[in-house]
């Protein structure tokens, strides 16, 4: 990439997806924004979080840690279990049997990154007894039973034969003699003969006690270990098949004492139980079984504390600048994670707009980093050239991805007119209520709204829970420098009923005075958007 300084040419080498990098760098790559501590514990739990906010380097960092300590910890990513018969095609069959093929696809993955750490851990490899508990498990997940028409044909034989016969012989001379002899032979002979013919089809057969009875086990011959099951990508799962998994960790794992389980998951695609057309619930209860209070989400977010935000994405791209590097690849004087903003940007406000752009998503920020650096070349980088990466990365990635949703679509045209051009706002309020309304979830979901405060309640109205919404900033940057500029997060009534704009300090005493904030999807419904 001729033309561009060292420090932007590296910027646009960062990967942007934590599997590209080995153990080692993902561990030296990991800045904590405080989740750390709270994945780090023997609780079965849940981690939220949308695409990009880091699951996948948090959970990866939580494995290599663990192994680190002696324990062991297995990183499944559920991507890669499951066939596509049963994954894509619902009709192919029905839905125990689909549920049951990732089932034994995933404990095979488990099953195997067990025999992995005995491999590599010469104190696991001389134990037979585990080895002999891991080849129970292996039969325990892959038995196979035909079901259809079965025959039953008996068949009997039986034969009988007897002979005799009698013999004289006598002979005349110096030594006279007489000689006899009588024979006889008979025998029996019986067959019978059990014949089963089973005409049907096969199909996996897994019974939850003998599976559970095999890790119980299994875990027993670790001793103090303890084994820490990290289920990543748990979204990719169709999620009609979702609380069947969810149901056999219940009923094979989470009562067991050695096991630890972790779930990465995105919050609007999960589906952790359900209640079938029989009223019987399948799945796991969050708040109960498993804990589900850990939300990447509401972490990095710019307005919840810009110093906070501002320190971690200036480590974030710090330690993966410098992580690995050869010597000859190393940047002059990046000693530091604040030389960054120094050595690359053209003050603290043009890396402040990096920050602000990614709206807490650390891999659209990476992807932002890396188009402004390209547009920056051999210079650095300044406000303009970070709304122009905004931009364009929003057009490229989030706008393409709405364009097959018209809903949705439509739903963000109508907030874009009547916040931001109206309201001069990039903020509304949302009640609760409607906080799980499906097109506003779709926007959430692809990353161009984004939740900056839950749970605000106004004196005035006692129940009432409003959480704080913010516009993408790559959907409102070609407006900043005209008149419909946002101004502010809200808007608000002022004393004398003029329009003003407030920060994320929402006022606490009345909500009259930000009702102009509030969102009402009514309005949208009935005016049939834009």
Known sequence: MAGLSQLNRALTKIPSRAEKRDTKELRETFVDSGVADLLDMVDHQVLYGRRGTGKTHAVSYLVAEVNSR?????????????????????????????????????????????????????????????????????????NVEVTGDVELSREAESKAASKSGASMKASLGSSPGLEAQLTGERSNEGRDLLRETRRGAERLSLNFSDVARSLRELAKTLSSRRIWLIFDEWSSVPRDIQPYLAEFLVRCVLPLQPFTVKIAAIEQQSTFRITTAGDETVGIELGADVGANLNLDDFMVFEQNQEQARTFFSNLFFKHLTSGADEDMQIAGLERAIDLIRLGFTDTRAFDELVRASEGVPRDAIYIAAKAAMQARDSKISVPIVQDAARAWYQSDKARALRAHPEPDRLL????????????????????????????????????????????????????????WVIDYGAYVDLIHTTYAPQGLLPFDGENGEEQHIGLDVPVQDLRAIRRAILDLNDFRTQGGI
């Open 413 to 468: 045209k109508w907030l874009i007119d009547k916040v931001i051009r109206a309201k001069k706002a990039r903020g509304f309020l949302v009640n609760e209520r409607d906080a799980d309304d499906p097109v506003l979830l779709a926007l959430f979901d692809a990353r161009v709204l984004h939740i900056v405060r839950r749970g605000y309640s106004a004196q005035d109205q006692p129940g009432e829970r409003f959480d704080v």
């Open 70 to 142: 002696g324990d062991v910890a297995l990183n499944i990513d559920l991507r890669t279990v499951g066939s596509p018969d049963g994954l894509l095609d619902p009709a192919a069959a029905p839905l125990s049997q689909r549920a049951s093929r990732l089932l034994v696809d995933m404990l095979g993955q488990v099953r195997d990154g067990l025999l992995e750490a005995v491999l590599s851990d010469e104190e696991l490899v001389s134990d037979g007894a585990f080895v002999d508990k891991l080849d129970e498990l292996l039969l325990a997940i892959t």
